[in-house]
Nanobody, 120 residues
């Protein structure tokens, strides 16, 4: 049973910072890509940032220069450092992992989400 557990969300003022963490656990053979998505009320879920096992980075245009994604492969953990937060960053942030649980078993897994609220 694979689980992704997010932490680090909360309430911050505009211009503040938060660091989200997501730890994957369970019967994991390998983790390919990990990323962060977010969904604001009334909007579709969107990719915020992704990072491959080799360290290739991908960011949404709206967060470039403000957010930094990183990972610790030894800990099966991905982080999202969020700086210069804006009210429009308010959303539920979801951790996602493209991982393998066996030699030929691969799928996508989601965390339950962590709320990030940037007050106006």
């Amino acid at each position: 049973q694979v689980q992704l557990v997010e932490s680090g969300g909360g309430l911050v003022q505009p211009g503040g910072s938060l660091r989200l963490s997501c730890a994957a656990s369970g019967s994991i053979f390998s983790i390919n890509t990990m990323g962060w998505y977010r969904q604001a009320p009334g909007k579709q879920r969107e990719l915020v940032a992704g990072i491959t096992s080799g360290g290739r980075l991908n960011y949404a245009d709206s967060v470039k220069g403000r957010f930094t994604i990183s990972r610790d492969n030894a800990k099966n953990t991905v982080y999202l450092q969020m700086n210069s937060l804006k009210p429009e960053d308010t959303a539920v942030y979801y951790c996602n992992a493209d991982l393998s649980t066996g030699w030929s078993t691969r799928g996508y897994y989601w965390g339950q989400g962590t709320q990030v609220t940037v007050s106006s």
